[in-house]
């Protein structure tokens, strides 16, 4: 039997790079797995035909979540659907670069929602079943960014971090129900946005690496599996960034 056949699995921003490695690896471990985008159906929908093509089931469901009733409606469809959610994986993430000074109200608020008001969203739905049915993975995507900072992503690296404090938070409260909740802070990991850049600043960037390559988005898929096979550890953050930022 596959590591996590029949359960049932959220991936949030599901549809491209990091978030697609993760729906894809817990199809290949047996989950049914839901893709949740907001633009890219198309890439969605790639990522749902590839899923099933290996025996596994995925479907893919538009929401926007980072406003909170579009979030309680596409949670409490996938518990319609499927009765339950055993993994919540708080993928979903956006940048809007720019120096403090020049940065609006608009950008700010944006990445704050999207990338942190998002996990409030899906877990004030999505946990009342984890803890009815004593069992649930909740497993948040910060970033390096947000452990050691980043020039122009004030917004990015609060979001992050801002995540890690929830995660410990919630960790706490749901210790005793069944419920683990951990984060995982990737580094520079190969996703189109990263690869695009100038050769001139992602050679720099590599430079600063202890292992001097990016990181797979397959190695943080692979984080989110051991993360759901372990029973004895919440309230944590997985590391994946190559040595780039040791804690």
């Known amino acids: 039997m596959k590591k996590l056949e029949g359960k049932i699995a959220v991936v ?36 749902v035909e590839e899923i ?14 980072s406003e909170a009733e579009p979030t309680k409606l596409f949670i409490e469809n996938v518990l319609e659907k499927f009765g339950r959610v055993d993994i919540l994986v708080n993928n979903a993430g956006i940048t809007r670069d720019r120096s403090f000074r020049k940065m609006s109200y608009e950008e700010w ?5 999207t990338n942190l008001s998002s996990a409030f969203n899906t877990c004030k739905i999505a946990l009342p079943s984890m ?19 980043g020039f122009g992503q004030s917004n990015y690296a609060a979001a992050k971090a801002g995540l890690v404090g929830f995660t410990k938070s919630l960790a706490l409260e749901t210790a005793r129900g069944g419920v683990t909740v951990n984060a995982i802070c ?36 692979k984080g989110v599996i051991f993360i759901c096979e372990c029973e004895y550890m919440t309230g944590q953050s997985l590391n994946l960034n190559g040595g780039l930022y040791m804690m």
């Open 12 to 47: 949030t921003g599901g549809s491209r790079g990091i978030g697609a490695a993760i729906a894809k690896e817990l199809g290949r471990e047996g989950a049914t797995v839901v893709i949740n985008y907001n633009h890219s159906q198309v890439h969605a929908q790639a990522v």
């Open 52 to 65: 099933n093509s290996t025996g596994s089931t995925a479907i893919a469901i538009q929401a926007d979540i």
């Open 109 to 113: 608020n944006k990445v704050i929602d």
């Open 131 to 149: 803890l009815e049915n004593k069992y649930g993975r909740i497993i948040n995507i910060s970033s390096v960014i947000g452990q050691s900072g």
């Open 186 to 221: 990737p580094g520079f990991i190969a996703t189109d946005m990263v690869v695009a850049m100038p050769d001139t600043v992602l050679e720099a960037i590599v430079a600063q690496i202890p292992m001097k390559k990016l990181g797979k988005p397959e190695d943080i898929a």
